[in-house]
């Protein structure tokens, strides 16, 4: 699998194609270790097994579980690496499409590759799952690892989207090419509530954002914000109602199967946070969101009819709503999405890592990555000074 020079003889590196094939004490010990890897219920064992049993990624899913493991001469579990094979791009949310084409018009073969990342899931995290107290050098060995893996199987490359910081310093080290994009997140600075963090922004942006609120309010659309066991399989149900009706309607296809939610709401109720709203004793709309122990996650929408403001209202307000009663210290609002910087949520560098076999697509992508990091520094930082919040020297509120 790799040159046997560079893995350290004590050590014993597998793939293993399903996440049960790694006991969930020992996979979470790892997660545990890593520098946020609390904060993070995405990379739990049981998120990543959900996904797995519930037939999201598997199958004819184009996800292919992978996961890379490091044990020690005596079997304990040293690292781990969320992993899978590719056959598409979809559901990454940092987009090689153009890469694949050139690639393959150049008579290449882009496809299968391998991806580290939590499917459908675009939020930063650990990805070098390391158990406190092992040896050092280990996340230089996954590294070594999935270079040797991607030569030997003939594949064109392995990508690591959205990385933790500290992950990135080691990709960067080993020479991988680094990308960089953007998300918004909303960040708590000590807000006793909803009103003080309105005190917070200009007031022409205070005011829209109350207007908003207004008219969800007077609407006549009831609002719950439910977690834990307040949780009921007919929430889920209609949860996974409307997500499959809004996929349907904008991206031809859902990743997430019904059983998916289903299995979710059983095994991980006191993560989950759902907003759902309702008219008429009618669910209507729904924003799914997964609690960390300082984060909370903003995930899925689904939503039917024309009800202005509701998603404003459901996705982002009811999350600050949320965050500030539980005392979290932000609310990553997802991938893309300008619109949510005028409601509080903020631009945030975020970090991918690409190994590409061949030379020659490896100068090409190297190229365009320099100068897309450049336009992108630009505009995050663009979009940085557009934020909604007062600045020094404001009039009174």
Request: charged fraction near 25%.
């Amino acid at each position: 699998m790799t040159d046997p020079e560079q893995v350290p003889p004590a050590l014993t590196i597998r793939l293993v194609d399903a996440i049960g094939a790694v006991g969930a004490q020992e996979w979470d010990a790892c997660l545990a270790g890593s520098p946020g890897g609390d904060d993070n219920p995405f990379l739990s064992h049981r998120f990543l097994s959900i996904l797995e049993q519930s037939g999201s990624v598997g199958g004819d899913t184009g996800w292919d579980p992978r996961h890379l493991t490091v044990r020690d001469a005596a079997g304990l579990l040293l690292a781990v690496m969320p992993l899978y094979l590719k056959y598409h791009s979809y559901g990454e949310y940092v987009f090689d499409h153009g890469w694949a084409d050139a690639f393959e018009r150049a008579g290449g073969r882009y496809y299968p590759k391998l991806q580290s990342s939590v499917p459908f899931t675009p939020v930063t995290g650990p990805r070098l799952l390391v158990r406190a107290g092992a040896p050092p050098g280990l996340p230089a060995t996954l590294i070594r690892a999935l270079e040797g893996i991607a030569g030997e199987s003939g594949l064109s490359g392995v990508h690591v989207t959205f990385a933790a910081p500290a992950d990135v310093d080691c990709f960067r080290r080993a020479g991988w090419l680094l990308r960089l994009g953007t998300q918004f997140h909303w960040e708590n600075r000590g807000y006793r509530g909803f009103d003080d963090f309105l005190a917070s922004l200009s007031s022409r942006k205070r005011k829209a954002v109350r207007k908003e609120r207004q008219a969800v309010a007077y609407s006549g659309v009831e609002l719950l914000t439910l977690t834990g066991g307040d949780l009921r399989e007919e929430h889920w149900a209609a949860f996974d109602r409307l997500y499959r009706a809004t996929s349907d309607r904008k991206w031809g296809q859902p990743y997430l199967t019904r059983d998916f939610f289903l299995r979710l709401g059983a095994d991980m109720a006191d993560n989950a946070v759902l907003v759902m709203a309702r008219e008429g004793g009618r669910w209507i709309g729904g924003a799914l969101n997964l609690m960390g122990a300082r984060t909370l996650y903003g995930r899925n929408w689904g939503g039917v009819g024309d009800h202005p403001f509701l998603h404003f209202e459901a996705c982002y307000y009811r999350a600050i709503d949320f965050a500030i009663d539980h005392g979290l210290s932000r609310v990553e609002g997802g991938a893309q999405g300008e619109h949510k910087i005028q409601r509080g949520y903020l631009p945030v560098e975020t970090w991918s890592a690409h190994y590409l076999v061949h030379p020659g697509l490896r100068r090409a992508v190297a190229d365009f990555l320099a100068r897309e990091r450049e336009a992108m520094g630009d505009h995050i930082a663009d979009l940085a000074a557009a934020g909604p919040y007062r600045r020094a020297g404001d009039g009174p509120i």
